[in-house]
């Protein structure tokens, strides 16, 4: 029997009293850190004064977004533990982004990451990645995510879709405004809290209904054979084991490693030590999102197993099993979600958009007041393109954000061929990085919307057979075909002037003193947690 649920969760005084409370909290802290850089001219990167904790739960609070939320819930809900893999295994490319990448970053003293491909391969990259970091920046970043969340709220709260929408604008636009990205990482790490603990509650009341371990280590979800719950890789099914282990770095050079969102965090950092730290940090994070978010929906699908529609999940445990004053916690966490990662792409667009376009092409010789003061506007200018975005979505059929994430997905092949053979091969030329990512990029749209739209769909037996691969391979298939043409032009082709090889590693440090042993010590304790907990689910789990 299917439950019946509405999507609107029974707040009450105390519920409210609490949200309200986290929306005061919020603004004070984002006031208390924007009236600290009310001083500071560097609106983009704080002054490059961020402490480790704050790079680390920056990162983490960013990635949380509210689709994130739901869909994970629902995804534990259907298939089980599986997903915890896209979790799991971050850490390898948050270990990458801290030792090998920004290392490099550093050491060119850039602020943004389409100016790092200007050092390394001049300016015809520039500007492809330049307009490319906008347009990612808008589609995943900005407008999805508030579209997403408005749309959450106004089913939690029985608001209208566009004033929740304007709500979350105002409010993730204030202090990004004031405090640039000291107080967008100072409000990401509150919240980043927030959305562990409030998690991890509903996931704690969840589990004291399941009453032993042995009936937790049984359940069974709804698309997945009796079994195979708790297995984190499937020889079939949505995911296969292969298509992940293949396709998920190529997805993760490009979102950890080179993304302005992301990697925005580290550079705003201290020294190299602190952001090593915080990417160390992250990392030690990231083992809680498989426990607090896709476990409560594995739960859920044993204790309520008629869901007919799993983006409930998230929301019907809510209504079921937490009393009044945590409910208004988790309509916080949710809210949390939609601004930690909001604020960071407005900062983002901002930064990319004043430094990359602005002062390259329209007022180079603008001083650092004009520039945070032209920051600022734009950022204003985001954040009203980002309420017009989630207009939009609201007036056309609903797939259509889905669509946009798929077709960014398709964007990370040409990316990462040119940021890894960029840093990790000296021979690379600027010819060849330029032709793999305009060549490369129209190629991966174009197999995209070929996937998306199932065009050569072939019919058999009176059915339409989707003859694509999954996702996660043709991305894979996509890198590796750009890796061989950068490789092979790079080879015909001679270093031009603009570009600039990069030194050695040990150059690099000798530059940037990084944790050294402790960052060998710290990554070998989560390598070794990171593989316990792979056998634990293994060996005891899964038989």
Same mark, same amino acid.
């Given at each position: 029997?299917?439950?019946?649920?509405? @999507?609107? /969760?029974?707040?009450?005084? $105390?519920?409210? &009293?609490?949200?309200? %409370?986290? +929306?005061? !909290?919020? *603004?004070?802290?984002?006031?208390?850190?924007?009236?600290?850089?009310?001083?500071?001219?560097?609106?983009?990167?704080?002054?490059?004064?961020?402490?480790?904790?704050?790079?680390?739960?920056?990162?983490?609070?960013?990635?949380?977004?509210?689709?994130?939320?739901?869909?994970?819930?629902?995804?534990?809900?259907?298939?089980?533990?599986?997903?915890?893999?896209?979790?799991?295994?971050?850490?390898?490319?948050?270990?990458?982004?801290?030792?090998?990448?920004?290392?490099?970053?550093?050491?060119?003293?850039?602020?943004?990451?389409?100016?790092?491909?200007?050092?390394?391969?001049?300016?015809?990259?520039?500007?492809?990645?330049?307009?490319?970091?906008?347009? @990612?920046? /808008?589609?995943?970043?900005? $407008?999805?995510? &508030?579209?997403?969340? %408005?749309? +959450?709220? !106004?089913? *939690?709260?029985?608001?209208?879709?566009?004033?929740?929408?304007?709500?979350?604008?105002?409010?993730?636009?204030?202090?990004?405004?004031?405090?640039?990205?000291?107080?967008?990482?100072?409000?990401?790490?509150?919240?980043?809290?927030?959305?562990?603990?409030?998690?991890?509650?509903?996931?704690?009341?969840?589990?004291?209904?399941?009453?032993?371990?042995?009936?937790?280590?049984?359940?069974?979800?709804?698309?997945?054979?009796?079994?195979?719950?708790?297995?984190?890789?499937?020889?079939?099914?949505?995911?296969?084991?292969?298509?992940?282990?293949?396709?998920?770095?190529?997805?993760?050079?490009?979102?950890?490693?080179?993304?302005?969102?992301?990697?925005?965090?580290?550079?705003?950092?201290?020294?190299?030590?602190?952001?090593?730290?915080?990417?160390?940090?992250?990392?030690? *994070?990231?083992?809680?999102?498989?426990?607090?978010?896709?476990?409560?929906?594995?739960?859920?699908?044993?204790?309520?197993?008629?869901?007919?529609?799993?983006?409930?999940?998230?929301?019907?445990?809510?209504?079921?099993?937490?009393?009044?004053?945590?409910?208004?916690?988790?309509?916080?966490?949710?809210?949390?979600?939609?601004?930690?990662?909001?604020?960071?792409?407005?900062?983002?667009?901002?930064?990319?958009?004043?430094?990359?376009?602005?002062?390259?092409?329209?007022?180079?010789?603008?001083?650092?007041?004009?520039?945070?003061?032209?920051?600022?506007?734009?950022?204003?200018?985001?954040?009203?393109?980002?309420?017009?975005?989630?207009?939009?979505?609201?007036?056309?059929?609903?797939?259509?954000?889905?669509?946009?994430?798929?077709?960014?997905?398709?964007?990370?092949?040409?990316?990462?061929?040119?940021?890894?053979?960029?840093?990790?091969?000296?021979?690379?030329?600027?010819?060849?990085?330029?032709?793999?990512?305009?060549?490369?990029?129209?190629?991966?749209?174009?197999?995209?919307?070929?996937?998306?739209?199932?065009?050569?769909?072939?019919?058999?037996?009176?059915?339409?057979?989707?003859?694509?691969?999954?996702?996660?391979?043709?991305?894979?298939?996509?890198?590796?075909?750009?890796?061989?043409?950068?490789?092979?032009?790079?080879?015909?082709?001679?270093?031009?002037?603009?570009?600039?090889?990069?030194?050695?590693?040990?150059?690099?440090?000798?530059?940037?003193?990084?944790?050294?042993?402790?960052?060998?010590?710290?990554?070998?304790?989560?390598?070794?947690?990171?593989?316990?907990?792979?056998?634990?689910?293994?060996?005891?789990?899964?038989?």
């Amino acid at each position: 029997m299917d439950h019946l649920f509405d @999507g609107k /969760v029974d707040m009450q005084l $105390g519920d409210g &009293l609490v949200f309200f %409370g986290y +929306i005061a !909290a919020l *603004l004070a802290i984002g006031g208390y850190a924007s009236y600290r850089q009310r001083k500071s001219e560097d609106l983009f990167l704080g002054g490059r004064s961020m402490g480790w904790a704050n790079v680390g739960l920056s990162i983490f609070g960013t990635n949380i977004g509210p689709t994130f939320l739901v869909a994970t819930f629902g995804a534990g809900y259907t298939t089980g533990m599986v997903n915890a893999n896209f979790e799991w295994m971050a850490w390898v490319f948050l270990l990458l982004l801290g030792m090998a990448f920004v290392p490099f970053y550093l050491h060119t003293k850039i602020s943004t990451m389409p100016e790092f491909l200007q050092k390394r391969f001049g300016n015809g990259c520039y500007t492809f990645y330049s307009f490319y970091s906008l347009f @990612g920046t /808008v589609v995943l970043w900005i $407008g999805g995510t &508030l579209f997403a969340g %408005g749309d +959450i709220l !106004a089913q *939690l709260l029985g608001w209208d879709l566009m004033t929740s929408v304007w709500v979350l604008a105002v409010i993730a636009a204030s202090f990004t405004v004031a405090g640039g990205l000291v107080a967008v990482m100072v409000t990401d790490s509150f919240q980043s809290i927030l959305m562990i603990v409030g998690a991890a509650t509903l996931a704690v009341l969840a589990g004291v209904h399941i009453g032993s371990f042995d009936a937790l280590k049984n359940l069974t979800v709804r698309d997945v054979p009796a079994g195979s719950t708790w297995k984190l890789f499937h020889p079939s099914g949505a995911t296969p084991w292969y298509a992940f282990v293949l396709g998920y770095p190529v997805l993760s050079f490009w979102f950890w490693c080179s993304d302005q969102t992301i990697v925005q965090r580290v550079l705003g950092a201290r020294d190299l030590k602190q952001g090593q730290a915080g990417t160390l940090f992250c990392g030690f *994070l990231k083992i809680l999102p498989p426990f607090i978010f896709l476990v409560p929906g594995i739960l859920c699908a044993v204790l309520h197993p008629g869901i007919a529609d799993d983006k409930d999940v998230f929301l019907f445990m809510v209504n079921e099993y937490l009393p009044a004053g945590l409910v208004g916690l988790i309509v916080a966490v949710l809210v949390a979600a939609v601004i930690s990662t909001l604020d960071s792409g407005l900062n983002s667009f901002s930064t990319v958009f004043t430094l990359d376009i602005y002062k390259r092409w329209i007022d180079p010789r603008a001083g650092e007041h004009r520039i945070k003061t032209f920051g600022r506007i734009v950022t204003c200018a985001a954040a009203l393109m980002a309420v017009a975005i989630a207009y939009y979505l609201n007036t056309v059929e609903s797939n259509l954000f889905n669509l946009f994430q798929s077709i960014i997905s398709y964007l990370a092949p040409p990316i990462s061929a040119v940021f890894v053979l960029g840093i990790f091969w000296r021979r690379s030329t600027a010819k060849a990085a330029l032709v793999t990512l305009v060549l490369g990029s129209i190629v991966s749209v174009a197999v995209g919307v070929c996937d998306i739209n199932d065009t050569f769909a072939k019919e058999i037996d009176g059915q339409m057979v989707d003859i694509w691969p999954h996702f996660l391979l043709l991305s894979f298939y996509l890198f590796a075909a750009l890796v061989v043409l950068m490789v092979t032009l790079s080879l015909y082709t001679r270093h031009s002037r603009s570009e600039a090889v990069l030194p050695s590693f040990r150059e690099a440090y000798r530059q940037n003193p990084g944790l050294g042993k402790k960052a060998i010590l710290g990554w070998s304790i989560l390598g070794g947690i990171m593989v316990g907990l792979y056998l634990f689910f293994h060996l005891v789990m899964s038989n």
